[in-house]
C-alpha cells in the first residue's frame, strides 16, 4: 500500500469492471490511497458495471446521503428463459420460444412497469428475511418469498430489439433507490409469456454522478487522491447550501443548534469558507446539525 501524504477526504467516482465484487473495488481504492477508510453508497453485483460512489475518509459520512438518489442503467434482457438468479447466473428454470415476440409487443408490458409500482425483487437480493440475506438462504436451498414494495420507474424504455428464440432487448431505466432491474427484466418476461432474464446491466447516473470519465476500479493510480471529489463540493451537488458565517459554523461544529437564516429549508449542506461543517436540518429558524464534520471536510 503507497504512503498517503494526507489523509484523504472525499468522494471517488470509480467505473466498476465486470467480473469483480463492489468490495473488491473498494479494496483496490483503499490501496491506491493509502487508507482503509472507503466506503461505497450502494453495491453492484459482480456481473454488472459501471458507476460506485465511493467515500473516503470523513466523506464516508456523505454516503447516508448519496445511496438514497435516484439512478439510471442500460441493460440487455432476454426473452424465452427465466432463470433461478432472474439474470444470466442462474439456472434455466423455465421459458418459451420468443420467436413470435416483436418489438411492439414490448410497448404496453413496459408501459405497466413504469411510474409508481409494487414489486417484488429478486429472491437473490441482499434484502434480509429473519436476520439473514436472502440470496444466502437461496443459496442453502431454501424457498424465498419476498414481499413486494413500492419503488418508481421514471423511465423503461427499449432502445434496441434483437428477434429470435431468445429475443435480445437493450433497455434504458431510470429509477428510484431499491429498483431491482431483474426483477424489470423478470416481469418483462412473464408478461409476455415467455420468460426473462438479465445478461448485462450498467449503472450510469447517481442522482447528479455520472460515471463518464470515472476511472476504472481495477486501473486507479497510485496518485488517486487528486481524483477526489471535495466534500463541500460533493455536499453542495445533492442538497441546497447553507453559508456560515463563523459563529454559525463554530456552534454547528460543536454539535449545537444555531439560528437558521431566511430562505434555508430541509436539509441543507452547512459550509463555511470552502470547508463543509455538515449536514444540517432546519426547522422554523433553528438549524440542527444531522451529520457533522468535526475535523475534515476541507477542500
Given at each position: 500500500?503507497?504512503?498517503?501524504?494526507?489523509?484523504?477526504?472525499?468522494?471517488?467516482?470509480?467505473?466498476?469492471?465486470?467480473?469483480?465484487?463492489?468490495?473488491?473495488?473498494?479494496?483496490?481504492?483503499?490501496?491506491?490511497?493509502?487508507?482503509?477508510?472507503?466506503?461505497?453508497?450502494?453495491?453492484?453485483?459482480?456481473?454488472?458495471?459501471?458507476?460506485?460512489?465511493?467515500?473516503?475518509?470523513?466523506?464516508?459520512?456523505?454516503?447516508?446521503?448519496?445511496?438514497?438518489?435516484?439512478?439510471?442503467?442500460?441493460?440487455?434482457?432476454?426473452?424465452?428463459?427465466?432463470?433461478?438468479?432472474?439474470?444470466?447466473?442462474?439456472?434455466?428454470?423455465?421459458?418459451?420460444?420468443?420467436?413470435?415476440?416483436?418489438?411492439?409487443?414490448?410497448?404496453?408490458?413496459?408501459?405497466?412497469?413504469?411510474?409508481?409500482?409494487?414489486?417484488?425483487?429478486?429472491?437473490?437480493?441482499?434484502?434480509?428475511?429473519?436476520?439473514?440475506?436472502?440470496?444466502?438462504?437461496?443459496?442453502?436451498?431454501?424457498?424465498?418469498?419476498?414481499?413486494?414494495?413500492?419503488?418508481?420507474?421514471?423511465?423503461?424504455?427499449?432502445?434496441?430489439?434483437?428477434?429470435?428464440?431468445?429475443?435480445?432487448?437493450?433497455?434504458?431505466?431510470?429509477?428510484?433507490?431499491?429498483?431491482?432491474?431483474?426483477?424489470?427484466?423478470?416481469?418483462?418476461?412473464?408478461?409476455?409469456?415467455?420468460?426473462?432474464?438479465?445478461?448485462?446491466?450498467?449503472?450510469?447516473?447517481?442522482?447528479?454522478?455520472?460515471?463518464?470519465?470515472?476511472?476504472?476500479?481495477?486501473?486507479?493510480?497510485?496518485?488517486?487522491?487528486?481524483?477526489?471529489?471535495?466534500?463541500?463540493?460533493?455536499?453542495?451537488?445533492i442538497l441546497?447550501?447553507?453559508?456560515?458565517?463563523?459563529?454559525?459554523?463554530?456552534?454547528?461544529?460543536?454539535?449545537?443548534?444555531?439560528?437558521?437564516?431566511?430562505g434555508e429549508?430541509?436539509?441543507?449542506?452547512?459550509?463555511?469558507?470552502?470547508?463543509?461543517?455538515?449536514?444540517?436540518?432546519?426547522?422554523?429558524?433553528r438549524m440542527?446539525?444531522?451529520?457533522?464534520?468535526?475535523?475534515?471536510?476541507?477542500?
Amino acid at each position: 500500500m503507497p504512503a498517503a501524504a494526507s489523509n484523504p477526504d472525499g468522494i471517488l467516482l470509480v467505473d466498476k469492471p465486470q467480473g469483480i465484487t463492489s468490495h473488491t473495488a473498494v479494496s483496490r481504492a483503499r490501496r491506491a490511497l493509502g487508507t482503509r477508510k472507503v466506503g461505497h453508497a450502494g453495491t453492484l453485483d459482480p456481473m454488472a458495471t459501471g458507476l460506485l460512489i465511493l467515500g473516503v475518509g470523513p466523506s464516508t459520512r456523505l454516503l447516508t446521503h448519496i445511496v438514497g438518489l435516484d439512478k439510471t442503467y442500460t441493460a440487455t434482457i432476454v426473452l424465452g428463459a427465466s432463470t433461478s438468479t432472474d439474470d444470466a447466473e442462474g439456472d434455466v428454470t423455465g421459458g418459451a420460444d420468443a420467436s413470435h415476440v416483436s418489438g411492439d409487443d414490448l410497448v404496453a408490458p413496459m408501459r405497466a412497469l413504469t411510474g409508481d409500482i409494487e414489486q417484488v425483487p429478486s429472491s437473490v437480493s441482499a434484502i434480509k428475511v429473519d436476520g439473514e440475506r436472502a440470496y444466502a438462504r437461496v443459496r442453502a436451498g431454501e424457498q424465498v418469498e419476498l414481499a413486494a414494495r413500492p419503488v418508481t420507474v421514471a423511465r423503461f424504455e427499449a432502445l434496441a430489439f434483437r428477434p429470435g428464440p431468445r429475443a435480445e432487448v437493450d433497455v434504458v431505466v431510470d429509477c428510484s433507490s431499491g429498483t431491482y432491474i431483474r426483477a424489470l427484466a423478470r416481469d418483462l418476461g412473464a408478461a409476455l409469456g415467455v420468460g426473462g432474464h438479465l445478461s448485462a446491466l450498467r449503472r450510469t447516473r447517481i442522482g447528479p454522478f455520472e460515471v463518464d470519465s470515472a476511472p476504472l476500479a481495477d486501473a486507479l493510480p497510485d496518485e488517486a487522491e487528486r481524483l477526489l471529489l471535495p466534500p463541500a463540493r460533493a455536499a453542495a451537488r445533492i442538497l441546497p447550501v447553507a453559508r456560515l458565517d463563523d459563529e454559525r459554523a463554530a456552534n454547528l461544529a460543536n454539535g449545537r443548534r444555531t439560528i437558521a437564516l431566511e430562505g434555508e429549508a430541509g436539509i441543507v449542506a452547512a459550509v463555511h469558507g470552502e470547508r463543509l461543517v455538515g449536514i444540517a436540518r432546519v426547522e422554523g429558524r433553528r438549524m440542527l446539525p444531522v451529520t457533522n464534520f468535526p475535523t475534515g471536510g476541507a477542500p
